[in-house]
């Protein structure tokens, strides 16, 4: 069963109780279907509001984050995946995700960015579809099913993910993960879908407002170490390659990750990769 929206239930029935794990669930039992039809309304109503203020893609990441968490999603990922192939009028948007980084450093690792069948299955459906739909389709292979299985073994076991297209042709994708083995309900898939419609349209105005010349300014040896970081390599395989300390190639990531203000040194290589500042 879904969890109630926090806030939202003390407004019902007084404060949740807390339960010891991680993403714990609600006990929602103990509403009636209008209950939690009208916390859920009321907690969408309140993304809306918050975003409208925000002037930030990280902040407006961060409420969607939570926002998603009266979902059970934990997991959340927006980006192009075809920048390169579609060179659309506008920059592509902004890659932003909090997926696990053992996850993130085998995907990029294995080249799943190849056949991932996400990104397949987004380029020729309209609206959003459940992981489990591509996962048994019949034209999904062996191979692109193996995406879905290896991100089981990381904790994402199930998922939605929604296409989201722009008029100029820009293209972009916005995934939701849980880590239960439980199908989305018709009404999550419908709340989620209509927050990451709004968190693009929001995201893409970041972007136009942005342009392309704000893009971060990598040297050359910075450009080197995030290429090797994106090729799975570590900080002592790199300064082997490039005649460095281990040390010297963690202070250029270091520097990459500020200047990509991401977290990670996945994620900044993953940034890196998708405004074409380095070619895999």
């Known amino acids: ?107 990029f690792e294995m080249g799943y960015d190849r056949i991932d069948p996400i990104i397949k299955a987004s380029r020729t459906r309209a609206g959003a579809f459940r992981w489990s739909e591509v996962h048994n389709d019949a034209s999904t292979t062996e191979d692109e099913r193996r995406v879905f299985d290896e991100a089981a073994t990381f904790g994402l076991r199930s998922g939605i993910s929604v296409p989201l297209r722009g008029p100029d042709g820009s293209f972009a994708i916005m995934s939701f993960a849980r880590p239960w083995d439980r199908e989305f309900p018709n ?13 693009h349209l929001r995201a893409m105005t970041f972007t136009n407002s942005t342009g392309v010349d704000q893009e971060p300014y990598l040297s050359v040896r910075e450009k080197e170490c995030i290429l090797w970081t994106a090729r799975g390599k570590s900080s002592w395989e790199i300064g082997v390659i490039l005649g460095i300390s281990a040390n010297t190639v963690n202070f250029h990531i270091k520097k990459v990750k500020q200047k990509m203000d991401t977290p990670s040194r996945t994620a900044a290589a993953i940034k890196a990769a998708n405004l074409r500042i380095i070619e895999l």
């Not at 807390?18 to 859920?40: C, D, G, T, W, Y």
């Not at 419908?190 to 968190?199: S, W």
């Open 187 to 199: 009404r999550t898939i419908t709340y989620l879908q209509l927050a990451a419609f709004h968190f």
């Open 1 to 107: 069963m879904e969890r109630v929206p926090t806030t939202a239930v003390s407004q019902l029935r007084g404060p949740a109780t807390k339960v010891s794990n991680q993403f714990s669930l609600v006990p929602s039992m103990h509403f009636s279907n209008a209950a939690r039809e009208e916390a859920f309304a009321v907690e969408f109503g309140r993304f809306l509001d918050q975003t409208d203020g925000v002037a930030q893609s990280k902040q407006l990441f961060a409420l969607l984050s939570a926002f998603a968490l009266n979902f059970d999603c934990p997991w959340i990922a927006y980006g192009s995946p075809e920048g390169r192939l579609l060179k659309p009028i506008r920059p592509d948007p902004e890659v932003m995700l909090n997926y696990p980084d053992e996850w993130q450093k085998r995907y």
